[in-house]
């Protein structure tokens, strides 16, 4: 009998959102400087009639926490979310490094996709029209909307940003961004025509012949070609249009110093500065030799296509894509150098070990181009090898390219898929979403010699009940000591979580 009665001294029931686990106190001492290991009856959430302590916390969760205490060992539940689950821990005092490795990736998933969202939100990928608050935080005004003297430019600088740079904000925007997107394909269109033979016009030189009667002739060389003149037109209209919008953009900007540091904007001013410098080489160097030379930094314009990325959430995702694929792309041109070198140096000599007349790796640095291209599976064909032993490493090399070029391409494509699939999922997410407030319920304390267990004190009144008056501590601890008789066996985990087995009073009406 003395065993037993030590043996229920020794337990401790613990009731965690409406599931009770039964285990020794010297389990929960096991693990020191946590929750559990220091519980002692004054805690206020020490029921004294159900001999229990109360925690509304996940029972799942607890389950896995509470095995820890008994195993050593800490699980992750696939059930549960990973924020979730470090927040139980972080209340029961547990490190969450502590998880089993078996466990660790399943666990750390969540990381990589809060990590994803971060990314995601800085891309600024939604188009949900943002509310007044969030726009006056966003331009620096917010004190000032906050007292209700918002300036005709704070009412205005917002609406012209919207109107350029976020094409899916309104009807206008939307057509902002057509004339944006009209004008860049009509800009790069034209600096790409005006290359071809049949949209050049020969160029007339005027020449003085040195005669008697210092005659003037005008010769015209068809070696030396000028675009027509309807491309300068044309680039004029674009540039114009890509001048004004530069301009908007950065007087109606939120941030001046991002703006500007931007990479599609730098790619921006260069563009339509190099048209300004091409129209400054016309008018006061075109007699130069290297005029020509000058104009190949107008290719620069080319790379207005990627302002195509403000209007396309797909290319924002390409390109965060590449960014987040850094490493195995690096890792992947480290390879392929490092075969190019090799291949290089071993069909060079291979060439040379056997009489080979027809030999055209003459040097290593040709030996490049031609690993290059084998290794990329281009297979160009100016450069073959003519010997069995130069045949044979050929087909290593070719080998060797397919496998270091095919292991990195499964990375990028999930990471792309990655990010799409988590865009698809934010643009169905309702943006405006309740908001639960936490709110704490106070617990009635015992009054240490005042009756039973049954008489408390109302913690916002410090008061004791009424005789008379039904007390509302012994009200709870009734209806508690109530659900206690329905349970049926202690450290059953039940189906429905939160939700206890109701049988019949044995001892009936209360």
């Excluded at 966003?138 to 094409?167: C, I, R, T």
């Amino acid at each position: 009998m003395n065993l037993m009665n030590m043996d229920s001294e020794n337990r401790v029931v613990l009731n965690v959102g409406g599931i009770r686990h039964e285990t020794y106190k010297a389990t929960l001492k096991k693990i020191p400087a946590t929750r559990l290991s220091r519980l002692t009856e004054a805690l206020g959430n020490y029921d004294p009639v159900l001999n229990e302590y109360f925690f509304d916390r996940h029972p799942g969760v607890f389950a896995q926490v509470l095995n820890y205490y008994r195993t050593g060992k800490l699980h992750y539940p696939t059930d549960v979310c990973g924020p979730l689950f470090e927040e139980e821990l972080s209340f029961w005092g547990l490190d969450s490094n502590q998880v089993e490795p078996c466990c660790w990736m399943t666990y750390t998933q969540h990381r990589n996709t809060q990590e994803t969202l971060a990314v995601l939100d800085r891309l600024d990928l939604d188009t949900e029209k943002p509310t007044d608050e969030e726009v006056a935080k966003k331009f620096g005004f917010e004190d000032a909307y906050n007292k209700g003297k918002v300036n005709w430019w704070q009412h205005l600088k917002p609406q012209m940003w919207s109107l350029f740079d976020e094409p899916y904000s309104s009807n206008a925007a939307k057509i902002i961004g057509i004339i944006s997107v009209f004008f860049i394909c009509v800009s790069i269109i034209s600096f790409c025509l005006k290359t071809h033979p049949d949209m050049r016009v020969p160029y007339i030189r005027n020449i003085t012949v040195k005669t008697a009667s210092q005659n003037t002739s005008w010769v015209l060389d068809k070696t030396q070609t000028n675009a027509h003149v309807a491309f300068f037109y044309i680039e004029c209209v674009c540039n114009a249009w890509f001048t004004f919008e530069i301009m908007v953009r950065f007087i109606s900007s939120p941030s001046k110093l991002r703006f500007i540091t931007s990479s599609v904007n730098i790619i921006d001013y260069i563009a339509t500065l190099s048209f300004f410098i091409d129209l400054i080489l016309q008018r006061f160097a075109s007699h130069l030799e290297n005029a020509d030379i000058l104009e190949f930094f107008s290719i620069i314009r080319i790379m207005r296509l990627f302002k195509l990325t403000r209007h396309s959430s797909g290319l924002k995702i390409l390109i965060q894509t590449f960014r987040a694929s850094a490493k195995e792309l690096t890792l992947l041109v480290f390879f392929l150098v490092l075969g190019i070198v090799i291949f290089a140096s071993l069909v060079y000599y291979a060439e040379r070990i056997q009489i080979n007349p027809h030999n055209d790796f003459n040097s290593i640095p040709l030996g490049l181009w031609w690993a290059l291209v084998t290794m990329t599976t281009v297979g160009y064909g100016d450069m073959t090898p003519k010997t069995y032993i130069g045949m044979f490493v050929g087909a290593l090399c070719a080998l060797a390219g397919v496998l270091t070029i095919a292991l990195p391409v499964p990375v990028i494509v999930s990471n792309f898929t990655m990010y799409y699939s988590h865009t698809q999922a934010r643009a169905k997410l309702p943006k405006r979403r309740r908001r639960v407030c936490p709110i704490e319920l106070t617990q009635p304390r015992r009054v240490p010699g005042q009756g039973g267990p049954g008489q408390c004190v109302n913690a916002g009144s410090g008061k004791l009940p009424s005789s008379n008056a039904p007390s509302t501590g012994s009200m709870d601890q009734t209806i508690r000591r109530m659900n206690a008789n329905r349970t049926i066996t202690k450290d059953v985990i039940l189906p429905k979580m939160g939700m206890l087995p109701e049988t019949k009073d044995p001892v009936g009406a209360v």
